[in-house]
């Protein structure tokens, strides 16, 4: 096909946190990967998301030497959600490829991308065939969000696909249009929607360094999943009520009947203390569910920019064509 060889601007979108050691094998690797491809220009914006070791300095010590990076500081660490939405806004390719620094996202990948996205296809996403590089825990608990959140949140996620993937420009400007402050990327990706194609890939494990996101990180990242695009969670606590209250009817009438029929007894306080708690705990639930959602009401109403640069690193000035373009 003579479309192979047609040049194209490829962004790679890089959010990094405290990533010192892991940069240069990142690096190193890209020109191992493109060294051989001169029809794809290649472009890698680095966000450096409030690193507090010597991230920073690295990427800029390795932009030194290389024109293609760019470099956006934020003020502090704002999150990867937030980094990568930094990142996409920064980014000029014809296509974009947010990307993991840890290697956990193979680079080689983004070719067999680029060819789906030349049959036309505007989202290639990268398949994950085999989780073994995550430890037991993460697999399950990522299997039942996800059977969770597809469950009752519209659009589907496809499942086993990371934020690793390739973008078309015109998919990046319509994600540029949703204005929500709360983001959580792999549903907005999924929301977007577009001609999608899927490429497989292997998951490696992390090549240096140690990750981001512990525990609670990850259920609080399932929570913003849910509430961001599914009401259900809301809805659930007119029926649940629907219910108990049929049920504590039909064990009122069941009492009344007993008096009727026996006389009046006193015994009852276990009966008692059971529907207590258990309708105290029920409501304490469904308070908490609405919290979950007032409380992202509210942080969505101050209308707060979703991150904020402290500096865009640009290669040398002189370096730079097409500025604007
Ligand atoms: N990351 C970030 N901000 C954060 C946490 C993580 O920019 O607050 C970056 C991190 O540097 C890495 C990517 O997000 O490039 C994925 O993080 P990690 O590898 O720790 O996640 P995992 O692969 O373990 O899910
Ligand atoms: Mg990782």
Known sequence: MSSESKPVT???????????DSIGLFLDRL??????????????????????????????EAQAADERLRVVDLSRNFGKEAALTAGLHAARGDVV???????????????????????GYEVVLGHRI??????????????????LHNRIATPKLPENVGDFRLMDRQVVEALKTLPESCRFMKGVFAWVGFRTATVDYVRPERAAGTTKFNSWKLWNFALEGVTSFSTDPLRIWTYLGFIVSCLSFIVGLIIALRVVLFGADAPGYASIMVSVTFLGGLQLIGIGVIGEYLGRTYLESKRRPIYIVRRVYEADAALQRGEGA
């Open 31 to 60: 020109d191992a990967v493109f060294a051989a491809h001169p029809e794809i220009r290649l472009e890698v914006v680095f966000v450096n998301d409030g690193s507090t070791d010597a991230t920073l300095a690295r990427l800029l």
């Open 10 to 20: 490829l962004s790679l979108v890089a959010p990094v946190y405290n990533e010192e």
């Open 97 to 119: 490829v947010p990307i993991d620094v840890d290697l956990q996202d193979p680079p080689e990948l983004i070719l067999q991308m680029l060819a789906k996205w030349r049959e």
């Open 130 to 147: 085999d989780r073994r590089s995550d430890v037991w825990a993460k697999r399950t608990s990522a299997n039942w969000f996800y059977r």
